[in-house]
């Protein structure tokens, strides 16, 4: 089991930053991934970024360039910096935890903490 809560985040206007912090029960070194998802009214939950236990990331196309996922091993959190941020990207942005084993994927979740950026 794998408890995620999120916090960071707000209202900020066009242009604005935020960043996002996912804080994890267990090392994070220790998950196969983790990683950034957000879900608009009326739109599909999606993968906006993930950082894998190796340290490679990947980026939805809508935010490279803007968004840096990072990982700090030491306080068991992981970051989602957003830079320029526009009106499209007001969500709720979930954290993901993702542990692989031989028989199943476990995809842990965090409450969700909403976004939004004002024209």
């Known amino acids: 089991q794998v408890q995620l809560v999120e916090s960071g985040g707000g209202l900020v206007q066009a242009g604005g930053s935020l960043r996002l912090s996912c804080a994890a029960s267990?090392?994070?070194?220790?998950?196969?991934?983790m990683g950034w998802y957000r879900q608009a009214p009326g739109k599909q939950r999606e993968l906006v970024a993930a950082i894998t236990s190796g340290d490679s990331t990947n980026y939805a196309d809508s935010v490279k360039g803007r968004f840096t996922i990072s990982r700090d091993n030491a306080k068991n959190t992981v970051y989602l910096q957003m830079n320029s941020l526009k009106p499209e990207d007001t969500a709720v942005y979930y954290c993901?935890?993702?542990?692989?084993?031989?028989?199943?994927?476990?995809?842990?979740w965090g409450q969700g903490t909403q976004v939004t950026v004002s024209s």
């Open positions: 267990r090392s994070v070194f220790s998950l196969n991934a």
């Open positions: 993901n935890a993702r542990v692989t084993t031989i028989l199943k994927v476990n995809d842990y």
